[in-house]
């Protein structure tokens, strides 16, 4: 089973993944802000980061940046509210090694599959 970290400072959003993920054979552990899942990365095996780019504190962004200085194999998806612009920084992290953004809201098989693809092509 493959363990995602879910980082989100939405709590609803954390509980609705932690709820329906493990349903999908995957091992949830969740952080609310970019320091404890540094912390999270940096103590367990983590296959997969699952982060929201708009939190407080550390920005989905800086989080990515972080953990890439720190293990650049982990597969890392971003989440956004914020709808598709070619010149966000997303967008050209995507071209730097991030794997996969997903804007919410959205249909959790295709999370599901941008999770897998992300685990399969890592």
């Known amino acids: 089973m493959k363990t995602i970290l879910i980082v989100d400072d939405e709590q609803d959003t954390l509980d609705y993944l932690s709820y329906v993920l493990p349903k999908r054979n995957f091992k949830v552990i969740t952080a609310d802000n970019g320091f404890d899942a540094l912390q999270i990365v940096r103590e367990q095996h983590i296959d997969l ?12 962004y800086e989080l990515y940046s972080q953990i890439r200085d720190f293990d650049d194999t982990i597969p890392i998806v971003m989440m956004t509210g914020f709808g598709y612009d070619p010149n966000h920084v997303l967008v050209k992290a995507k071209k ?5 953004i997903i804007f919410k809201p959205f249909e959790i098989d295709d999370l599901v599959h941008m999770i ?5 092509n890592n």
Not at 96 to 100: M, N
């Open 49 to 60: 980061v699952l982060s929201d780019i708009a939190m407080p504190d550390m920005d989905g």
């Open 96 to 100: 730097d090694g991030l794997h996969d």
């Open 116 to 120: 897998k693809n992300a685990l399969e």
